[in-house]
C-alpha cells in the first residue's frame, strides 16, 4: 500500500480506501445536463499489434458475455435494512480492490435509448455454448451448463431494475515514453480500468443474482445505462468544465455499473468540487492518512517507480544462483493431475466427507460470493490457451522481453512477478484425461495476487469470506495472468496461464526458482 502513518483497522470497511465520508453533498436530484455523452471503449489496436489492449480485448469480451444471467429462484435471507445492504454490497467492491462504491436511484436519463453491445460477444458466447473443457476442477460441469443456459436465454431488459451500484476504478500515473513497458502498456490506462471494474460489477451483480434478485452488469464496452451520469448520481464524481472529475483523481478512472431491482440505501450526489472544504479534503489528514488507507503519499504507487520495477521493493532482496531449499532435480518425479489434491477429494481418495464436501465444487458453492466468482473463472478457462499468432513479429531481445511482461503485469495489478525456466519436473505427468504430457514450454512467468492482509483480520477463519479470499484471487490472476498469456500469443509465442480451473504445472517449485519466496521451516 505504499507509506502510512496511521492505521485503517478500525475503519469500516464499507467505508472503502479514499475518506469519501468527508465530501460534501447536496440535497436533491444530481444536474445530469452537463454530463459528456457516453462513448464505448474500443479494445482494437490493429494498427499497433504489441498494445497491450489487444489482449485485454479478449477477456473483456468474454466479461461483457456473461454480464448477465439466470437469476436464483430460492431468495436468501437478507436483512431489510437498506443502509446495511448497501454497507455489505459496497464491501463487496472494496473486497475487490475498487477505488470508490457509490449507490444511486436510476435517473430516466442515465437509461440509454440504445444499448451498446460488444461487438466480440457473439464469437465467444457460441464458444461457450459449444465447446468443451478439459479439467477436473469440481463443479465445472455445474458452471459450464449455467454459462450455455445463460448464453441461450433472450436478451434481457433493465426496465424492473430501480438502483445502481457504481465502482470506480482510479488510474496511476501515465506510463512514460521510454520507459521499459511503454511499447504495450501506453495509452491503455482506460482500458486497464475498465478491465477491472468490468471484473467487480459482473462478479457483483452474479452474486446479486445469487441472492434472489435481478441485476445486470454494464460497462464501457456493452451498457443499458450512462455509467457517467450514474457516476454523478452516485456521488463518485462531479462535472467540471464539461468532464467527470472524481476527488482526488481527477478525470484518470474508469467506471463500471451494476443495476439490480434489489433496494438499499443510496448516496447523495457530490457538491461542486470548488466547494469542497480544502481542510477535509486536501489538508493534514489527507497527506497523513489519518485512519483511511489512501493518503497524498500512497495512492499512486508508481509515481516515482517504473512500472517494470512493481510497487513492492523486490529489487532490495538479496539473490542466489539457486534457492535455498534443495530440490534435487534428478530425482524429482513428476505425478499426475489425479494425484492433484482437489481431484483427489473428488475421487474419494481422502474419505467420504472431503468428497462429498468436493462434489459439484460444494465447498465454494455453499457461499455466495465465492460462487459468484466461480462463475466467471469457468468461463476464462476456454481463453487460457491458443494458437500463437502467425505472422507476429516475435521480439527476440530476452531482456526487453521480461522487462514488458514485468511492467504490463504490474500495470494490471498483480502485485508481484517473477520469471524462471520451467524444467520438466515442474509439469504433471499426465493431464486431467490422462494423456501423457509432454512439456510445451520451458519458461516460467509466476504471479502473486495478494488476498488482503485487512480482510483476513476481521475473518475467523470458517465464514464467508475464507473461500471467497481464494476465490478473489485466483479469478484476478485468471484474468491479468490469462492477458498476459494472449498478449504473448499476439506477438507470435505460445503461451498458456495455468490456473486453479485448469493447470498442468506445480506452482511451488516455481515461486521458488523465480525468486517469488522460499519454503519455511514448517514447509510452506
Not at 383 to 392: M, V
Amino acid at each position: 500500500m505504499g507509506l502510512r502513518f496511521f492505521s485503517s483497522k478500525n475503519r469500516p470497511f464499507h467505508l472503502g480506501p479514499f475518506p469519501l465520508e468527508r465530501l460534501t453533498r447536496r440535497d436533491g436530484a444530481p444536474d445530469l445536463s452537463g454530463v459528456p455523452a457516453f462513448q464505448p471503449l474500443d479494445f482494437k489496436r490493429l494498427e499497433t499489434p504489441h498494445s497491450l489492449v489487444n489482449a485485454m480485448g479478449e477477456y473483456q469480451a468474454m466479461m461483457d458475455a456473461i454480464r448477465d444471467g439466470m437469476v436464483n429462484k430460492a431468495r436468501a435471507e437478507v436483512p431489510d435494512d437498506p443502509m446495511e445492504r448497501a454497507n455489505h454490497l459496497k464491501s463487496f467492491g472494496y473486497f475487490s480492490d475498487a477505488s470508490m462504491v457509490g449507490i444511486c436511484r436510476i435517473p430516466d436519463a442515465a437509461r440509454l435509448a440504445t444499448p451498446c453491445r460488444n461487438p466480440d460477444i457473439d464469437r465467444l458466447a457460441e464458444d461457450l455454448r459449444t465447446r468443451q473443457t478439459k479439467t477436473l476442477a469440481s463443479g465445472i460441469d455445474m458452471i459450464m451448463a449455467d454459462l450455455k443456459d445463460s448464453m441461450n436465454a433472450p436478451p434481457s431488459t433493465i426496465d424492473g431494475h430501480s438502483h445502481a451500484i457504481v465502482i470506480l476504478y482510479e488510474h496511476f500515473r501515465a506510463p512514460r515514453p521510454g520507459e521499459p513497458g511503454f511499447d504495450w502498456i501506453g495509452a491503455a490506462q482506460d482500458h486497464r480500468a475498465c478491465l477491472r471494474a468490468t471484473e467487480t460489477a459482473v462478479v457483483l451483480a452474479n452474486y446479486i443474482r445469487l441472492l434472489g434478485h435481478d441485476a445486470k452488469a454494464h460497462t464501457a464496452t456493452s451498457s443499458d445505462v450512462d455509467p457517467g451520469k450514474l457516476a454523478v448520481a452516485a456521488g463518485l464524481v462531479a462535472v467540471e468544465g464539461g468532464a467527470l472529475v472524481a476527488p482526488w483523481l481527477g478525470t484518470g478512472f474508469g467506471v463500471a455499473v451494476v443495476t439490480t431491482s434489489f433496494d438499499c440505501a443510496v448516496d447523495a450526489p457530490l457538491a461542486p468540487m470548488s466547494a469542497q472544504p480544502w481542510f477535509k479534503t486536501r489538508g493534514p489528514a489527507w497527506w497523513l492518512g489519518t485512519g483511511f488507507a489512501k493518503n497524498a503519499l500512497n495512492r499512486d504507487p508508481f509515481r516515482s517507480r517504473d512500472y517494470a520495477a512493481g510497487p513492492l521493493p523486490f529489487e532490495t532482496l538479496r539473490r542466489v544462483e539457486t534457492p535455498t531449499t534443495f530440490i534435487d532435480e534428478d530425482r524429482v518425479a513428476r505425478v499426475p493431475k489425479r494425484a492433484d489434491m482437489f481431484a483427489r477429494a473428488q475421487f474419494g481418495d481422502m474419505g467420504k466427507a472431503l468428497q462429498q464436501n468436493a462434489t459439484g465444487g460444494y465447498y465454494v458453492r455453499k457461499s455466495a460470493p465465492s460462487m459468484a466468482e466461480r462463475r466467471m473463472l469457468g468461463a476464462f478457462v476456454l481463453l487460457q490457451d491458443g494458437p500463437a499468432a502467425p505472422d507476429a513479429p516475435r521480439p527476440s531481445d530476452a531482456e526487453r522481453n521480461a522487462q514488458n511482461i514485468k511492467a504490463a503485469s504490474y500495470f494490471l495489478g498483480v502485485d508481484a512477478v517473477g520469471i524462471s525456466r520451467c524444467p520438466a519436473w515442474t509439469w504433471y505427468s499426465h493431464d486431467a484425461t490422462g494423456t501423457p504430457i509432454t512439456p510445451p514450454h520451458d519458461q516460467a512467468i509466476s504471479m502473486i495476487i495478494d488476498q488482503g492482509y485487512e480482510t483476513m483480520e476481521g475473518a475467523s477463519g470458517d465464514d464467508w469470506i475464507a473461500v471467497a479470499q481464494s476465490m478473489r484471487a485466483y479469478l484476478r490472476f485468471s484474468l491479468l495472468g490469462g492477458v498476459i498469456a494472449q498478449q504473448i500469443r499476439n506477438l507470435g509465442y505460445s503461451a498458456k496461464a495455468h490456473s486453479v480451473m485448469d493447470g498442468e504445472v506445480l506452482q511451488p517449485p516455481l515461486l521458488l526458482l523465480s525468486g517469488l519466496g522460499e519454503v519455511s521451516r514448517i514447509g510452506e
